[in-house]
């Protein structure tokens, strides 16, 4: 033993036995927390990002391309679920297949899907927000409600004068205050609001189906500039690179897996409906954003809104519908995704890999409170500081990372371990396993080259962490 210490169903079994969260979640709760975390700033914000920047009206594609990677990726979550119901997603589904030391590398990954997707999804709110408010000729000071820092647009950092985007914080600590409340109220809460952005969604793509000039869609794929990845077909692979951030949220279905009811059914069921109910809209909504308005000019924190104001007085009404729409959806999407950090956290402090407090649970609510409130106020740190751009790429990357690991993963158990029970299998595994390994891999090598140095530090404070702590606490470390 070593390292590459495994858990095995036995240490499953025991987590178990000893979890004090509260199972509440059926599938429907599932399905619905899958769609809020994933619907958010992907939607109302990344859509016209990537148009304006890298693919053009093309960036529908781009989300298919997204989520094909998904589906393959889904199906092995799918198959681990089914066989692991225990919290922590693919950072659990990797101590077993392929030991410690994968384990924390993906769960130190998983900061940058979920803590730092909290983060970009609250500076997209803040954005909507101001721009609603604006409507009703409220204006706030600029100085706090942009990030002192800006991307150059060449993968750099630029001052950009502002002080601090204090409605991003205050949304975080606010959906903090809510979570630590407990998972019943959180599910209430992300269902309510949920319904709401879905209808708002329709509303958009259906009014907005009405205004399509389709001499916007001309070039559909426009043409390369000369540099890799701007417009032309390269352009189209890295904005799907870019936008798998919006699709982030079916796997944190995952995570919930020591609060559903009846987990080895129903967290399969809802990681795949969730991502078929998003792929439809983010595809429709692609159409109508870039057939209404050309893709240059969507290049802003609040597309949907730039959109729409193109049209002309004919969709007046619709402006402050979406806004009340995106401050709400982009609300659940913050709520989810720090769901899913402090789940992650809760498991590896009860593996030893983080300190016992990330694991303690209140009597009353059921919620990890230290941990709670150590993700929501690092979240809000990071949403304050940060750009969009930055923010989303990093999630990216990370997310891409945890899924390449994920489809290894399955294939490893089910060559190793193929008489274990699953309730679920995937279907032609191995192909499946293998597109979402392929497409993953080349979104990421898509991705700017200053994203990957970022990623190289973040996975280096890791290592320190795990050499300065995690290896020396974890709860296998007696076998070694």
Known sequence: MGLWSKKTLADIGGTLAESRLHRHLGFWDLTLMGVGGTIGAGIFVLTGTAAANYAGPAVTLSFLIAAIACLCTALCYAELASMIPVAGSAYTYTYVTLGEIAAWTI???????????????????????????????????????????NGDGQGGWR???????????????????????????????????????????????????????????HPFVPANTGDFGSFGWSGVVRAAGVVFFAYIGFDMVSTSAQ?????????????????????????????????????????????????????????????????????????????????????????????GLLPARFARVDEHTGTPVFSTWFVGIGAALVAGVLPIEMLGELVSIGTLLAFVIVCGGVVVLRRLSPALPRSFRAPWLYPVAAVGIGICLYMMVSLPG???????????????????????HSRLAGRR
């Not at 329709?202 to 000039?213: K, T, W």
Request: hydrophobic share 55%; aromatic share 10%; net charge positive.
């Open 107 to 149: 769960g130190w990954t998983l900061v940058l899907e979920y803590l730092f997707s909290a983060s970009t999804v609250a500076v997209g709110w803040s954005a909507y927000l101001v721009s609603l408010l604006g409507d009703f000729g409220v204006h706030l000071p600029a100085l706090l409600v942009q990030p002192p820092l």
């Open 159 to 217: 001052w950009s004068g502002a002080i601090v985007n204090l409605p991003a914080m205050l949304s975080i600590l606010a959906l903090t205050g809510v979570l630590h409340r407990g998972v019943k109220s959180s599910a209430i809460v992300n269902a309510l609001v949920v319904t709401i952005k879905l209808v708002v969604i329709l509303l958009v793509i259906g009014f907005g189906a009405m205004h399509i000039n389709t001499a916007n869609w």
């Open 259 to 351: 609060e559903a009811r009846n987990p080895g059914r129903d967290i399969p069921r809802g990681i795949l409906a969730a991502l078929a109910i998003c792929t439809i809209l983010y595809v429709a909504m692609c159409l109508v954003l870039t057939g209404i308005a050309p893709y240059q000019t969507l290049g802003v924190a609040s597309p949907v809104y730039a959109a729409i104001a193109q049209v002309g007085p004919s969709l007046a009404w619709l402006r402050p519908v979406i806004g009340i729409g995106a401050v709400l959806g982009l609300a659940s999407a913050i709520l989810m995704t720090l769901y899913g950090q402090v789940r992650i956290f809760y498991i590896m402090a009860h593996d």
């Open 450 to 472: 200053a994203t990957w140095i970022r990623l190289v530090v973040w996975m280096a404070i890791g290592g320190v962490i795990y050499a300065g702590y995690g290896r020396r």
